[in-house]
């Protein structure tokens, strides 16, 4: 039996070796669905090799926040692995640090430092992209409180190790206010990940941009840091979705090395189906104009709220 802490270490390793994979299956697919070659499956892991060997260039206006915020950024998804149900149906050692609320503030903390980061470089696109982003997380907030108070009012507990536990029951997992508070949060996951249709992760030159702009500035390993800690954000917070909110199912109850096996593979499985949800959607809609996303938000808030609601008149 694998020990506690080797499950936590194991999930960790996880979220790191696997998450930049997902962004490149995302672009192979969409290319392919749009008639393209598109590039390689390990194309992000490329990337990332070319740019840990590149110079930096920095801005002189530069402090050591901005050297700072890369790896914040970085770290503050694998802190969020370890309050999650990555691979476990039970409690692993690091889980009790913070319930769900809290778990979501651990990883607003790194969009907090990227647009501090941003700012800092004195960029003018900079500045855009991260009022940009502040606003989008203006709107995404409310629509998570309620989709938290939600679930937690379901599974009659906050914590996500145990939320899994309660939603694996059949009544827990087909109810409406479930499905409706799943549906908003993954409309919040595309939000905050740079997805379409509220923003365009493959631009990197347009005014439009958000994430793109916020990161603009930097280069070099600080930038493979950035875009691999992005990788890993899209990963965990689809991982709550998949391992909590839809498919609970498919996680080790007991530690056995072959049934922590079958986690991780049901795991990818998992993500390669979300995957080809995303590549449907990137395909079919276009990104939003700015003054659009509230709209896009808007409606995640009231099904937020039909959640709710739905769950205060159905609860008996």
């Known amino acids: 039996m694998i020990p506690d802490w080797g499950i936590q270490v194991i999930a960790v390793l996880v979220v790191i070796v696997f998450s930049p994979l997902f962004k490149g299956v995302i672009n192979r697919w969409k290319a392919r669905l749009q008639s ?4 390689p499956y390990l194309q992000p892991y490329y990337d990332l090799r070319k740019l840990f060997r590149k110079d930096m260039v920095v801005s002189r206006h530069a402090s050591w926040v901005f050297h700072l915020v890369p ?39 790194g969009g907090f430092f990227i647009s501090l980061g941003a700012l800092d470089a004195a960029s003018t696109y900079g500045g855009m992209g991260s009022s940009r982003a502040r ?36 009544l827990n997992i087909i109810s409406p206010a479930h499905l409706l508070a799943a549906v908003a949060f993954f409309m919040v996951v595309l939000a905050e990940t ?9 631009t990197g030159t347009e005014l439009s941009m958000i994430d793109g702009a916020r990161i603009l500035e930097y ?4 930038l493979a840091l950035l875009e691999w800690g992005s990788a890993m954000k899209m990963f965990v917070l689809l991982t709550v979705l998949l391992n909590v ?22 795991l990818l499985l998992k993500m390669l189906g979300i995957s080809a ?23 995640a808030f009231v099904l937020s709220l039909l959640a709710l609601i739905t769950y205060h008149f159905t609860k008996g």
């Open 36 to 39: 393209r070659r598109g590039p």
């Open 71 to 109: 790896l914040v950024y970085f770290a503050v998804p694998i802190v969020f692995a370890t309050l999650i149900p990555v691979l476990s149906a039970y409690p692993l050692p690091l889980a009790e640090m913070a319930d769900i609320l809290g778990s979501g503030f651990v990883l607003a903390l």
């Open 135 to 170: 606003v989008v997380s203006f709107l995404s907030e409310p629509v998570l409180i309620l989709v938290f108070f939600t679930v937690a009012l379901v599974a009659q507990t906050d914590l996500p190790f145990f939320v899994n536990r309660a939603l694996v029951a059949p």
């Open 194 to 202: 740079g997805r379409i249709p509220v923003d365009n992760p493959a």
């Open 219 to 222: 280069s070099g390993p600080e």
């Open 245 to 266: 909110l839809i498919v609970p199912a498919g996680l080790t109850y007991d530690g056995q090395p072959l049934h922590v096996l079958i986690a991780i593979v049901t």
């Open 277 to 299: 949800v995303i590549v449907a959607i990137e395909s079919t809609y276009a990104k939003l104009r700015f003054f659009r996303i509230p709209e896009f938000l808007g409606v």
